[in-house]
């Protein structure tokens, strides 16, 4: 067990941690960005099915992601349902609960452009990395909070209804706990989109099923974003609060000598790998001001320093590499104490 004396932790040092990194570099990369040409086409699907009663149109002309929501998103679990899609979207659009829901989604989202703009400039800076892929179709739907964003092909979709804000008071009562509400907002929109695109571009090995490869992956998720969105926070990155942000950052070396001292890089049993990868409020063992999905922390610096002494990997090359204890060793990852 850590004990809260090993961690230190001091407010003023929040002071130290604010903006971003913006480097000669990166303003170079931002000037090449500024002027690509990228075709982003975003469909207000959740506005198309409520104001049309011919589904089998909207069928037509959506195919791929009509199927997606209807066999996916909505998971009606009812095969008649699945066999008869139109009749599920009329018994959804119909539905008045639903009704007051897409209200609430209109008034939010009535007008939609100043998200496109934000992930036009992300899929340019992705363009930048992989020049040769194409850029997604982009969907927005709600689902009644059965996804915040999904990937499958070339498409990208974004529940909107899953970013009305804190204050939204449905989410309190369907028991959503606090720290998933508090990214139930619309400055999560545009991360969690391209954490979702990052995500769909990491090559899977299921033979790579330690804590340190989990770690690794989510880093390299971390690290897509940090290119493809240079100038967001990285609090916001990561979905930590400031504060959690440098806690992590002014106890990095007993965070890592945790990993180390309990043996976790090389856990293999998905209970324990789930305590350090994916969102919870708190990282068990650890004190109560060391945030959740602390193992991706991690992975990020590891992700980091690799990349950093390795200036011929390329991002894609990043994306494709499974072996997260080649990269481990490769990153030569060993905080200082402080």
């Not at 998200?115 to 992989?130: G, I, M, R, S």
Request: charged share 20%; proline share 5%; hydrophobic share 35%.
């Amino acid at each position: 067990m850590m004990h809260k004396n090993l961690f230190r932790f001091s407010f003023l040092a929040m002071l130290f941690f604010v903006g971003c990194n913006c480097n000669n570099s990166q303003k170079n990369i931002d000037s090449k960005v500024a002027t690509m040409p990228v075709n982003l086409n975003v469909v207000r699907f959740d506005k198309e099915i409520f104001s049309t009663n011919d589904f089998a149109a909207l069928q037509k002309k959506y195919p791929s992601f009509f199927k997606l929501y209807c066999e996916r998103i909505l998971q009606s679990g009812d095969k008649a349902h699945l066999e008869e899609p139109q009749k599920l979207l009329k018994d959804f659009t119909q539905n008045n609960s639903i009704k007051g829901l897409y209200d609430t989604v209109q008034k939010s989202f009535s007008d939609f452009s100043i998200y496109e703009n934000e992930l036009k400039q992300a899929f340019q800076y992705h363009q930048y990395y992989f020049p040769k892929a194409s850029t997604p179709k982009v969907y927005t739907f709600i689902s009644e909070f059965g996804y915040g964003c999904i990937t499958a092909d070339s498409m990208l979709g974004i529940g909107l209804d899953m970013f009305l804000g804190e204050q939204y008071p449905y989410y309190v009562s369907l028991q959503f706990p606090n720290f998933i509400i508090k990214k139930c907002t619309p400055k999560y929109i545009i991360p969690s989109a391209m954490k979702a695109w990052g995500q769909s571009l990491i090559a899977e090995d299921n033979s790579k099923n330690k804590l340190i490869d989990k770690m690794v992956e989510s880093g390299k998720v971390l690290y897509y974003i940090d290119k493809v969105l240079p100038h967001f926070a990285d609090s916001i990155k990561i979905g930590y609060t400031q504060q959690q942000l440098v806690w992590c950052q002014m106890n990095e070396f007993k965070i890592w000598e945790y990993f180390i001292k309990h043996n976790l890089l090389y856990a293999s049993d998905v209970f324990e790998i789930g305590h350090y990868i994916g969102d919870a409020p708190v990282t068990p063992g650890m004190p109560p001001d060391a945030p959740g999905n602390i193992g991706a922390w991690v992975g990020w610096q590891i992700v980091q320093h690799y990349m950093q002494s390795h200036s011929s990997v390329t991002l894609p090359q990043l994306m494709n590499e499974t072996d997260g204890q080649k990269i481990l060793q490769e990153s030569k990852y060993k905080p200082e104490k402080k």
